[in-house]
């Protein structure tokens, strides 16, 4: 019984394994491309629509007319905190708008607790580590901060930690 049971499931098997190559699957799926990247005209003018930690909005594009300090930190980053001292007093002065982007997984509950303790002047968004904002570069390390001039053009992008006397010192620079 045996030897007739064994033929006829190798049969059987081997009727399963036919030639799939010549059909197309249905649950084949394709690889998913990556976002493409940001072209040149992106990244000199960013555009950044982001809601922050405290459920508001922010949009770049309503900041123009003014300098605005994008910068990229995290929790855990001793440096970012040392310097949001002085992003709160450079965003109290009110010549300059400041916006942190948390780059790191962190929950909402989480950061709200955060800021409890470090409050800075300035809004927060946490941003999806995975899928930051196209129209800036991701960070290779924080902090990172870039600066928008009025017109909107990316003035100068700082990786590590930045001072209050460097930004004044783009900001303040002679236009020409």
Known sequence: M????????????????????AQPSTTATTPAKPA???????????????????????????????????????????P??????ELSTLAQRGDVDVIGLAYEDITKADMQAFLKTHSPSYPIAILDTFNPPRDFDA??????????????HVAKKVLGPITLAAIDEVVKAPKG
């Open 2 to 21: 045996t030897r007739r049971i064994l033929p006829l499931l190798l049969a059987l098997g081997l009727t399963a394994c036919g030639d799939h190559a």
């Open 36 to 78: 493409a990247p940001a072209d040149k005209a992106d990244r000199e003018h960013p555009k950044l629509q982001v809601e922050l930690v405290d459920g508001g909005k922010y949009d770049l594009e309503q900041h123009r007319g003014k300098w605005v300090v994008v910068n990229f930190w995290a929790t855990w980053c001793g």
């Open 139 to 152: 960070p290779q390390g924080l902090p990172m901060t870039v600066i928008v001039a009025p017109d909107g």
């Open 80 to 85: 970012c905190l040392k310097e949001m001292p």
